[in-house]
């Protein structure tokens, strides 16, 4: 009879330890929806941003080899490089993503589709994370640059001290070589390529990664 006692007692531990996992699993797979679906909109906008920014960029770069330096082409100029020579500031949400690695919790996820998915969704976040900052790395020589061309004070002041706009007086660049504004329109096009066929593309596979893993959560874990 002790033998039952003991026996009963370890089974029903064991059953209980078991369900406390199973109420922990089935919290952070409804945490990680929620995640999932602040990614996806995160995602969307910053894909429409990210085309915005390369159509500006763009057009700087097609004013620039146009070779036209009359007063209206710099005028445009001076407008393009500081609306959209701007830096990536991407951050997606990795609340649940934090917890189940820094607690050990991914030893929950019982159903290996949904464990590998994870894992797979988080190697491409990484990446497009690492993509963000070469490409801001890119802008950064390329603003460089732009401080030896584009003089402040031809920028008008608004209430909050920021504008794009220019004063009316006229506008010129700073002196400088026809070779460095060549070496600003060549690091300008290269920022535009990357925006477009890199960041831009892992953006839009990321955010269509998110959505199928937000309904495979839902479906396996009934949520």
């Known amino acids: 009879m002790l033998f039952l006692a003991v026996t009963l007692g370890f089974f029903v531990e064991n059953q209980r330890e078991h369900y406390i996992e199973h109420s922990r699993e089935r919290q952070y797979m409804r ?4 995640d999932l ?14 085309t915005q920014q390369f159509n500006g960029l763009d057009s700087l770069v097609q004013t620039i080899n146009n070779g036209n330096l009359e007063e209206e082409e710099i005028r445009r100029m001076y407008i393009l490089q500081k609306k959209f020579l701007y830096p990536l500031t991407l951050e997606l ?3 649940t993503e934090v917890q189940l690695k820094n607690a ?3 030893r929950l996820i019982r159903n290996q589709v949904v464990n590998d998915s994870l894992i797979n969704y988080w190697q491409l976040k990484d990446r497009i994370l ?10 950064i020589k390329a603003k460089d640059l732009s401080f030896m061309l ?4 031809y920028y008008t002041k608004s209430q909050d001290g920021f504008s794009y706009s220019t004063t009316e007086k006229k506008i010129s660049f700073l002196p400088h070589s026809a070779a460095l504004l060549i070496e600003f329109g060549n690091r300008i096009a290269h ?11 892992r953006l839009d596979v990321l955010s269509g990664t998110a ?11 009934h949520l």
């Open 104 to 106: 050990g919790a991914m």
């Open 31 to 34: 945490s990680m929806v929620e």
């Open 150 to 153: 584009f003089d402040n004070k």
């Open 37 to 50: 679906l602040k990614d996806i909109q995160l995602l969307e906008n910053e894909s429409a941003t990210t």
């Open 93 to 95: 949400v990795s609340r």
């Open 211 to 221: 959505k199928r893993l937000a309904e495979l959560i839902k479906k396996e874990y």
């Open 130 to 139: 690492y993509t963000r900052e070469a490409i801001n790395g890119h802008r």
């Open 191 to 201: 920022t535009r390529e990357l925006l477009l066929f890199n960041y831009k593309r």
